[in-house]
């Protein structure tokens, strides 16, 4: 079972920057994907990005270019810089670890990340 505990939501106008942290505990297998993930109201959860333990990247198409997603492995923690928000980036932001080898997949409980206008 592993634990990710999110930090670094907040309010923020239209056009400022947010960095959200999330680090992982417990039953970490070395080969795996860490990312986030948002749902906002009325809509689907969807991919915002992630990165493998070996860095590889993947971002959803609407956020490409202003956020970037990092990590670092010996902390077992991943971090979303978000720049240029605008107010359709409002949402719940997750934090989503996968094991490589098994799929299994655990969720942090949700941080809030609201983009005025």
């Known amino acids: 079972q592993v634990q990710l505990v999110e930090s670094g939501g907040g309010l923020v106008q239209a056009g400022g920057s947010l960095r959200l942290s999330c680090a992982a505990s417990?039953?970490?297998?070395?080969?795996?994907?860490m990312g986030w993930h948002r749902q906002a109201p009325g809509k689907q959860r969807e991919l915002v990005a992630s990165?493998?333990?070996?860095?590889?990247?993947n971002y959803a198409d609407s956020v490409k270019g202003r956020f970037t997603i990092s990590r670092d492995n010996a902390k077992n923690t991943v971090y979303l810089q978000m720049n240029s928000l605008k107010p359709e980036d409002t949402a719940v932001y997750y934090c989503n670890f996968q094991n490589s080898f098994t799929r299994q997949s655990s969720w942090g409980q949700g941080t809030q990340v609201t983009v005025s206008s």
């Open positions: 990165m493998t333990s070996g860095g590889t990247t």
């Open positions: 417990g039953r970490i297998f070395r080969s795996n994907v």
